[in-house]
């Protein structure tokens, strides 16, 4: 898009008409590398997503690495329904990458996006789920550089799929991993869990029931940066999505060869997650999280890093549920609110599909 | 949780706890079997085996639905779907159970047969109302509980002249698996040998439905006492607790502790409609108990139109248990699950060789997501023995 200062009359226009984003819907042309999705680009993408980078147009984004270590992450996300209690697709596939590369203490940086839109998809859903995006970037301080546009046929995609990759860069002195849980370390948690699981839920067509809960789906760049501003070794964060908490602990129990030892009374739920969960029969501790992060430092820092997460937005219900513990069988144990005890095994088979 | 809570209480948990270690004999054993998969689930998940002495120990039954369905039954499901081209709608913990061959409702459904998962009979409504050119068949299954919605279904399609609408049945009656495995208790010796018991911790959902009159047989015939018994651990407890009472004053009676919703008629209505639809088999395999006659209910005849067996015809096989596979006795209390050369080893969740530890309702699904630590698996406890 190089412009011409010396250019006296108006550019041509390149369209015949505007795109229709009140009536009209994604054809097989939109992913045709033709007019049509070149029209799809400038007049709904880069209205929304907008930035130096996106607007050198080329078919790379140029920019120079900043100093220290770099982390990546990508995921794809092919959430159904595209809208629900508390966000969208376009705000997930940004909180789901923004929050992956923060879990390394990382300060996210770029992300690049695919989207695979399914033929039919109407193109005021397109800008909504955009927008939504666009919005979410801007508040986790990214910005989306590169993008790609692909179309299937009806009937081969459900709406729009969208992949992110994320880069961000890590603060000098931070060693943020998964197999650094150590025996007396505190488990803590940043709010409360299966919000997001349940709220997907709530809005399946098979599913006739109503809740008031939205998902937690957001970026928790802005918590980390408190958190390691308070704690700067802390061990392992992670964001604990499909499989829920249960599953992400069993992760870095295996990561790390220990075991965990939680205490029930200490998780944060919702009345209204443990009542749907209840009447479907799930437990929420499998129940997908999209805005919640699980930390664990040294035992004596425990406090600190609790008190610096309460003290942020996000982190207001954080609480300390368990500690590490020596295990050769890197068992997630966990002293029930009744006064038993169970393991918390990993989530077997496919609990909810389609959830993030 | 109103009313869910108040089950679930620490406090109270811990004073039941004091009463049956005050009450139970140190002298003697007290096996209970919860007969319910919901039972075996509640110990499991809130720890109630941990508050017990150890001198009471639950011995888990054959109460879990898709456990106790026998693997001809899912073979045949899935010919009607491969053979018919029917969508098959089904519940989401019958997708996972091995069928012959190494198969399942979820292999099939991935080679391209439309099995559909369903939370309720409704939605298999839905599903047939939506696509009238489709034949829709319903896989029904479930003890007494789940059969009045089934048979909802069944009037409902009639009313509407659904006629791509079907139901392929296969619900199941308590009181038949229950007189089996008292029966077989009686034997103490030999291949037909039971589970010894003192007492049972009867149904709580199926009993709203067939009230606690149906077991008064129980005590009468096996001389064991009864306790209907409510979900919710606190309710498990207290269960316990009257059955060690009737046993230490040598009683055998039928008692209900789940009284905010069980009576002893039941709930006459939804027995009304099943007696209306549904006619008892004049057998029905059970996977661990084999065939037992009157266990089990088929669609009348004036609802054959709408019975996917008729409709669907389909060669019957033999149910074959896949090679070293002990959920028959771990169905009939005789084995526990980490008795089972399979647990643990080739068989978890992930990759199930049996229907119990499949279903969370199942005592090897319960043993293995609960409680692995507590036990060593089968082969340690060979060699320490």
Partial sequence: MARHDTQQTPAPRRFAGRLDLEHGTVDMSHGSGGRAMAQLIDELFRVHLENALLAQGNDQALFEPPPGRLVAST?????????????????????????????????????????????????????????????????????????????????????????????????????????????????????????????????????????????????????????????????????????????????????????????????????????????????????????????????????????????????????????????????????????????????????????? | ????????????????????????????????????????????????????????????????????????????????????????????????????????????????????????????LTIARKAPERQVVLFAIGFETTTPPTAVALKTARAEGLENFSVYCNHVLTPAALGTILAAAKETSGDNAGVQLDGILGPSHVSTVIGSRPYECVPAEFGKPVVIAGFEPLDVMQSALMLIRQINQGQARVENQYTRAVTRDGNLKAQALMAEIFRPRETFEWRGLGFLPGSALRIAEAYAEFDAEQRFPVASNTSREIKGCECPSVLRGVMEPTDCKLFGTVCTPENPMGACMVSSEGACAAYWSYGRFRQPPAAASVDAA
């Fill in chain 1, 75 to 356: 995921d794809g996300h092919v959430i159904s329904p595209l809208f629900f209690p508390g966000g969208d697709i376009g705000a997930l596939a940004v909180h789901g990458t923004v929050n992956d590369v923060a879990m390394a203490g990382a300060r996210p940086l770029y992300l690049t996006a695919s989207f695979i839109l399914e033929e039919g998809l109407p193109l005021a859903d397109l800008e909504r789920i955009v927008a939504s995006m666009g919005g979410a970037a801007r508040a986790a301080g990214v910005q989306v550089i590169a993008g790609d546009t692909k179309v299937v046929e009806r009937g081969k995609g459900d709406g729009c799929f969208i992949s992110t990759t994320g880069i961000g860069v890590v603060p000098d002195g931070i060693q943020i991993s998964g197999d650094r849980a150590r025996p007396g370390d505190a488990i803590l948690v940043s709010g409360s869990i299966g919000d997001h699981g349940v709220a997907i839920l709530s809005k399946r067509e098979n599913l006739g029931f109503e809740t008031e809960i939205a998902s937690d789906s957001q970026s928790l760049n802005d918590l980390v940066a408190a958190m390691i501003e308070a704690v700067p070794d802390i061990h392992c964060l992670r964001d604990p999505t499909r499989g829920g908490l249960a599953t992400t602990l069993n992760e870095l129990a295996l990561q790390s060869r220990v075991g965990m030892q939680l205490r029930e009374p200490a998780i944060p739920v919702r009345a209204e997650v443990s009542a749907a969960c209840e009447l479907l029969g799930l437990d929420p501790l499998y129940v997908a999280n999209e805005g919640k992060l699980i930390a664990i430092c040294a035992g004596d820092r425990a406090e600190t890093l609790l008190a610096a997460m309460r003290a942020h937005p996000k982190g207001r219900e954080a609480a300390i549920i368990g500690q590490v513990v020596a295990d050769p069988h890197q068992f997630v144990q966990m002293e029930t609110a009744f006064g038993g005890s169970r393991i918390v095994d990993w989530l077997a088979g496919e609990q909810l599909p389609r959830i993030c």
């Fill in chain 2, 1 to 124: 949780m109103k009313y869910i809570d108040e089950f679930r209480d620490g406090t109270l948990a811990r004073g039941l706890a004091r009463s049956i270690s005050a009450e139970a004999d140190p002298a003697r054993t007290y096996r209970l079997m919860e007969f319910c998969g919901g039972h075996t689930h509640a110990i499991f998940r809130y720890g109630v085996q941990d508050l017990m002495p150890a001198n009471v120990r639950f011995v888990h039954g054959p109460g879990c639905p898709v456990c106790v369905l026998p693997m001809a039954r899912i073979d045949q499901a899935i010919a009607m779907a491969v053979e018919h081209g029917v969508t098959l709608c089904t519940y989401g913990d019958l997708m996972r159970v091995p069928a012959s061959e190494r198969k399942s409702l979820l292999k099939a459904k991935a080679e391209g047969a439309d099995i559909r998962m369903i939370y309720s009979t409704q939605d298999a």
